[in-house]
């Protein structure tokens, strides 16, 4: 456990109206990390399937592409964040709404410990501190701080979510947004910043783009036959793939086990989807962006 | 005076030979049950006297002692008091006692010297035929049952013609019935299930393999009846498997009087609030459980994660062994219970989980207390587990599914190529499910798992290798994340 005192606060942060006082830090990454550029994710903790694999995708790209992923360690969006970033062996920094040795919550305590080994916990209150309601707003005035961009994933209307881009508002940072249904309570947050006005986030390269970074390069799986007509008709559960592409229900399942493994499809609650961004499902010109 | 017949209790499910003595000796009149019997049997006093005036007979006068040997051996239930009625009848001249050695006999008197059916009767005539006695006195409504097991069962059906019988007056002769006719197979038929095709060929994987299956997703998605309907899909009881099913049956007095031989497989489909004791068997009287009654059949687990614990964690046993064994006060008792689980579960509490239309209510505490129900281990017991999503209103007006009987041909086949020989996996197929194993949360047991359910595919394909495309269907069936232990 470090301390970093408000003099040398990372200057993103240090800018704010009410930096924090001293900043506590653990964790194996060294302290300048928190003046790389830094995105946070954020969103409901009781997300959706479609919000979780957003959430982990966009973290694993951006990281990829070489942002640190700033989140809040919580359940849903922001642990499918810092474990897409994780996955990417990328740098993240949770910032936590209790004294940084404490595990909160407690079933995050593996991912915890996991950030600790690459990237960094960070907190404004010493050690031991308990968490408690009314010190999560004032974290979120960190995340939002120790970043230039705030990605809200999914949230609800009311959602604490919507706090850290308040925050961010203020500091005059980037506030970007998911679409999701706009029949979908979870998306209904997330859907009134778009409509105020927020970047709509639709692949890792719309963020990337405000920062001036190329996506890291990846090369496609080769994608044949069978397995092209089941990305086609994606969105869908095995049965109604069996039923557009006329195959079997036994080839189906081989087809789809085969792009999991190749992470061209991912699979949650019977729904298969793929990825945001897949190669070969990008047709959007962006040449007016 | 003395006079010997011979009757079999039931230990379990083995029948253990009883030898009832009667002896009728000077004094006063009375009559005494000897021979570690419980309540039922001393009651058969009373039931005998009453059912030997019945049948006009005179009561014997004098002492009246009955043994029933080895002592040791406890005795309960009422399928004692023919034997015993007729060992006094013979003490008493009434019949000849030398025409009690050619038969054994089972069976409850009614006051009114009725014979009364009871249960274990295929059980008891097992034993008559080791014991080298080949006629069997029962009532009438046993003998087709107790004609399974090789002996001639002589249909008995009032005390009175017992004794005419035995004495030679009238002749008894046992007509087989029912003219040959197989019992119906069950009315439930795939046919009936619309859309569903992956639960449906996770059912046809189940059969041909005897995998064990659960099936998740969202209420009213037709998981229970599929569950249902997988005996439909499964081959006829092979005759020793029959046999010992319609013992197990016939103990627990499940049996049909026409049709007493199970020729399909068992389904039993305990309810999840049912106790340990009723699932895996035992009590005070070591009583059969579902478990047991499911063997060579199937076993469904509607609302797993409904059940009792404990009551889940029994059936790690039968599942891994095949038995269940059960500790009580006169000893240890085994049964037999190999059986197919077919279990179903919403994916909350609340049941909107894997709904696209709903949103999940439940709490994180309480969407915890629902998983933590099912343990890793019970967990690891299912081969196959498959995500029934909520089908659209489209799939429900599509044509009917292939019905039960084709699915069965291809069962009959996989599970012939199956006991053939061992399937290898190709190299291809090797080095896939070593990658899987890297990159997806597979244990060693559920790489096991994998290659045993790739192996039923290929059988199923009428491969006579394991390809790769097998072993990705079988990763396919793997649990889902949701269903994770964290």
């Known amino acids: 456990m470090r301390s970093i005192p408000r003099a040398r606060l990372p200057p993103l942060l240090r800018a704010i109206h009410d930096p924090p006082a001293c900043l506590y830090v653990r964790g194996a990454a060294a302290d300048d990390v928190l003046e790389r550029p830094a995105v946070a994710i954020v969103g409901a903790r009781a997300c959706s399937p479609y919000g979780a694999l957003v959430a982990r995708t966009l973290g694993k790209e951006l990281a990829a592409a070489g942002l640190v992923v700033v989140s809040g360690l919580a359940r849903g969006i922001d642990g499918e964040a810092h474990r897409g970033a994780l996955a990417a062996a990328g740098a993240t920094v949770a910032v936590l709404g209790c004294g940084a040795d404490r595990d909160y919550p407690a079933a995050h305590a593996r991912l915890a410990a996991e950030i600790r080994a ?18 999560f707003p004032a974290r979120n005035r960190i995340i939002a701080g120790l970043c230039a961009a705030t990605i809200v994933v999914e949230a609800r209307e009311r959602s604490g979510a919507l706090i850290t881009t308040d925050f961010a508002l203020e500091e005059g940072r980037e506030v970007l947004a998911v679409p999701g ?30 920062f001036g970074l190329t996506p890291a390069e990846r090369q496609a799986p080769p994608v044949e036959g069978d397995a092209t007509r089941i990305l086609a008709a994606l969105p869908a559960t095995a049965d109604e793939l069996a039923r557009a592409t006329g195959m079997a229900a036994g080839a189906v399942a081989g087809a789809l086990t085969a792009l999991e493994l190749a992470g061209l499809v991912h699979e949650a609650e019977g729904l298969y989807r793929a990825p945001p961004s897949t190669p070969g499902r990008q047709s959007v010109d962006r040449g007016f962006a | 005076m003395l006079a010997r017949s011979v009757t079999h209790a039931l230990v379990g499910l083995e029948p253990r030979r009883v030898e009832v003595e009667a002896h009728l000796g000077g004094g ?71 025409r009690l050695h050619e038969h054994a006999a089972v069976g409850e008197l009614a006051l009114d010297g009725r014979i009364r059916p009871v249960g274990g009767v295929l059980a008891v005539a097992e034993g008559s035929t080791r014991a080298g006695i080949d006629r069997l006195l029962c009532a ?31 002749e008894l002769e046992w007509t087989p019935n029912g003219n040959g006719t197989i019992p119906p197979r069950p009315a439930l038929d795939l046919a009936d299930v619309r859309g569903q095709e992956r639960a449906r060929r996770a059912l046809e994987i189940a ?5 064990n299956l659960l099936l998740a997703g969202p209420p009213g998605t037709g998981k229970t009846m599929l569950a249902r309907r997988l005996p439909s899909i499964l081959p006829p009881l092979a005759p020793a498997e029959a046999l010992e099913a319609t013992r197990i049956h016939s103990v627990a007095g499940l049996t ?44 469904l687990l509607d609302e797993l994660p409904e059940f009792q614990r404990p009551a889940l964690e029994a059936l790690r046993q039968p599942l891994e062994d095949g038995i269940v064994s059960i500790a009580r006060v006169g000893g240890r008792a085994t049964y037999p219970a190999r059986f197919t689980v077919v279990a179903t579960m919403n994916m909350c509490p609340c049941g909107a989980r894997g709904d696209p ?11 915890s207390a629902f998983r933590d129900k099912l343990s890793r281990a019970l967990l690891d017991r299912f081969d196959l587990v498959v995500t029934a999503p909520r089908p659209r209103a489209t799939e ?12 069965r041909e291809r069962v009959v086949a996989a599970r012939g190529r199956l006991e053939a020989g061992a399937l290898r996996r190709t190299s291809e197929a090797e080095t896939l499910l070593s990658n899987a194993v890297e990159r997806l949360p597979l244990s060693g047991r559920g790489r096991a798992r994998v290659g045993r359910v790739a192996r039923t595919i290929a059988a199923l394909a009428g491969s006579d290798t394991v390809e790769a495309a097998h072993v990705a269907e079988a990763l396919s069936y793997r649990s889902p994340k949701e269903l994770e232990l964290r």
């Open chain 2, 396 to 407: 429900l007006a599509a044509a009917p599914g292939e019905a039960s009987a084709a699915v």
């Open chain 1, 118 to 135: 690459t990237g960094l916990v960070v907190s404004e209150y010493p050690p031991g501190t308990e968490p408690a309601p009314w010190r």
């Open chain 2, 140 to 170: 009438p409504e046993c003998a087709s049952e107790a004609a399974l097991a090789g002996v001639e069962p002589i249909p008995v059906r009032h005390l009175a013609e017992v004794v005419a019988y035995l004495r030679g007056e009238v």
């Open chain 2, 256 to 299: 049909s009087r026409e049709h007493p031989l199970l020729t399909d497989p068992p389904l039993r489909a305990p309810h999840h609030s049912a106790s340990t004791a009723a699932i895996v068997g035992g009590g005070p009287t070591a009583r059969l459980g579902e478990a047991t009654l499911a063997h060579h059949g199937v076993l």
């Open chain 2, 28 to 98: 006063l009149p009375a009559f005494a049950i000897v021979g570690l019997v419980d309540r039922a049997v001393q009651e058969a006093k009373h039931r005998i006297r009453s059912g030997v005036a019945s049948a006009l007979l005179p009561w014997p006068d004098g002492k009246i002692t009955v043994n029933l040997a080895p002592a040791q051996l406890r005795k309960e239930g009422s399928s004692f008091d023919l034997a015993i009625a007729l060992a006094i009848l013979g003490a008493a001249r009434l019949i000849p006692p030398d």
């Open chain 2, 207 to 211: 059969a041909a393999g005897r995998h």
């Open chain 2, 357 to 367: 239309a709903l949103t999940c209510t439940c709490s994180q505490q309480r969407f």
């Open chain 1, 181 to 210: 249904e706009i029949t979908s309570p979870l998306s209904a947050g997330t859907n009134a910043l778009l409509r105020l006005g927020a970047t709509p986030v639709t692949c890792a390269q719309d963020v990337l783009e405000l």
